[in-house]
């Protein structure tokens, strides 16, 4: 089979993943509330359960990127953490008692943190012009994942029969329905799911110049037997010490590369300027989100007296502009710099809070302008969501070293996991003031766009000079040759 078609297969994989995982927070959040109330918790285990799948993922995401920086392999890595997927989502379906729910999602977070191994497999796998796409793609299938998992819930409620002595019904048949789809899953990463070698990488070019150079010394060899034999045992000299030299020099060049950096340590490294912009990003974003995420269901409730249907209705539309915008920046980042995709998201997220402060903090004028409002609030506050979540990953990927890219998306996606662990928590509490809660979320807002601003030619591609350079080389090496 050839690479294309491999990597082709593998990127479908990422997306199927990315796809369950989204499935599995739309079919288990509706339903999780009134599953603790059946087992008897108390309300506060419901931000316990949800907070319990970040934390771990959190936790387990740089452990899980270190793996495959040391390993250079994802697939292993995918199937190990694929285990805790579906032991989790078995625990869920077991349903004994409020701490075995618990401990289910605690697990089950676990294998979503072989996310971070993912993205720093892509980043490897892509290169910079065509990174942006590829997110945007994998972001968007998590969206479509969404979606479709509230379509799964209209057959698993009418489930209401025994396997043994587990009892399936609508609050446990989630639990043992993800359970499968993870198991299908792992044979589907056995089937079609492989480390293909890096684009554009040293060794992939290392390899295309052996592979160059093994055909050019059998074409020399030919010549020489037909035309010079005498020079035979000086002529493969020669050039096997020039090309040993520049091989050498190459080597010499990645390890003074790598070799920078350990001095400081990784952790140094992560402190730059731009990646700290980057990462500040990644953490106002999600928290603005899932703060926005809590406080809509309280608000619809409140003052426009949406029930059950009416929410799914809202967030069906949701999904589907979320998935357009996701689709829009992935042909926006073909033709504009990431840094430009970056700050137009920042300011559509700063007017759409603006927006949200002047009409919806105390709405006036009737229902259907105060329905309007809203809509236009929520609609703006979806548009600016692809453009920051897309550019702000394709850019950390770019601006950060590729040997370890496993380990810097684990660091980036638990300061994301932080942010849904402390957005609830923060608009949970202030769903009675509104002023305060966008207050808060303006303001920082405001900060990480001023950030990016002051710092704006500090965010480009790291490394595009090195590439330049091993090109250059590449082409002497072929004119050597």
């Known amino acids: 089979m050839e690479n294309r078609t491999k990597r082709n297969l593998t990127f479908f994989t990422i997306g199927l993943i990315f796809t369950l995982s989204g499935v599995e927070y739309a079919v288990i959040l509706p339903t999780i509330w009134k599953y603790l109330q059946i087992l008897e918790a108390p309300p506060y285990f419901l931000g316990l359960g949800l907070s319990a799948f970040s934390l771990s993922g959190l936790l387990t995401g740089p452990f899980f990127g270190l793996w495959s920086d040391r390993t250079k392999t994802t697939k292993s890595i995918i ?91 609508k609050y446990t048949s989630p639990g043992i329905f993800m359970c499968l789809l993870w198991v299908l899953l792992q044979f589907v990463v056995l089937a079609i799911y492989w480390d293909v070698p890096p684009v554009g990488s040293q060794e992939g070019v290392a390899m295309e110049m052996k592979q160059e150079e093994g055909h050019e010394e059998e074409e020399e060899e030919e010549e ?58 990644q953490f106002i974003t999600l928290f603005n989100q899932t703060a926005l995420e809590t406080m809509v269901t309280p608000l619809t409730q409140r003052f426009f007296g949406f029930g059950e249907l009416a929410n799914s209705l809202m967030y069906s539309l949701c999904g589907v502009e979320v998935i357009l915008g996701f689709f829009f920046v992935r042909w926006l980042s ?44 929520v609609f703006l506050q979806l548009l600016g969501l692809p453009f920051v979540a897309v550019s702000q990953v394709s850019l950390f990927s770019k601006v950060t070293a590729e040997k370890t890219q496993g380990f810097s998306h684990g660091v980036r996606r638990s300061v994301g996991g932080l942010a849904t662990i402390l957005g609830p928590l923060w608009a949970g509490g202030l769903t009675n003031n509104l002023y305060i809660m966008l207050g808060m ?41």
């Open 79 to 169: 199937l190990f953490s694929n285990l805790f997927e579906i032991a989790g989502n078995f625990m869920y379906f077991m349903g004994y008692s409020k701490w075995l729910l618990l401990s289910s999602r605690l697990v089950a977070g676990v294998g979503a943190g072989a996310g971070s191994s993912i993205f720093g497999f892509l980043t490897r796998s892509t290169s910079p012009e065509e990174r942006a796409g590829i997110f945007a793609a994998i972001m968007a299938c998590r969206q479509a994942g969404l979606l479709v998992g509230p379509a799964f819930n209209l057959f698993l409620r009418l489930c209401d029969f025994k396997v043994g002595p587990f009892v399936v019904n």
């Open 224 to 281: 020489e037997d037909e035309e010079v034999p005498l020079m035979r045992s000086e002529e493969p000299v020669q050039t096997y010490k020039a090309v040993k030299l520049d091989k050498s020099d190459v080597s010499a060049g990645a390890s003074a590369s790598s070799n920078c950096f350990k001095p400081f340590g990784i952790g140094r490294e992560l402190l730059r300027e731009e990646l700290v912009v980057l990462l500040t990003a």
């Open 334 to 377: 073909r033709k504009v710099e990431d840094r430009a995709v970056l700050a137009a998201g920042l300011l559509i997220c700063c007017s759409a809070c603006i927006w949200c402060l002047i009409f919806l903090c105390k709405p006036q004028g009737g229902y259907g302008w105060e329905l309007s409002t809203f809509i236009i609030g």
């Open 441 to 481: 979320m303006l303001m920082l807002l405001v900060m990480i766009t001023v950030m990016t601003a002051v710092s704006y030619s500090r965010l480009t591609e790291a490394g595009a000079g090195q590439r330049v350079q091993s090109s250059d080389r590449r082409r002497k090496l072929q004119s050597a040759s």
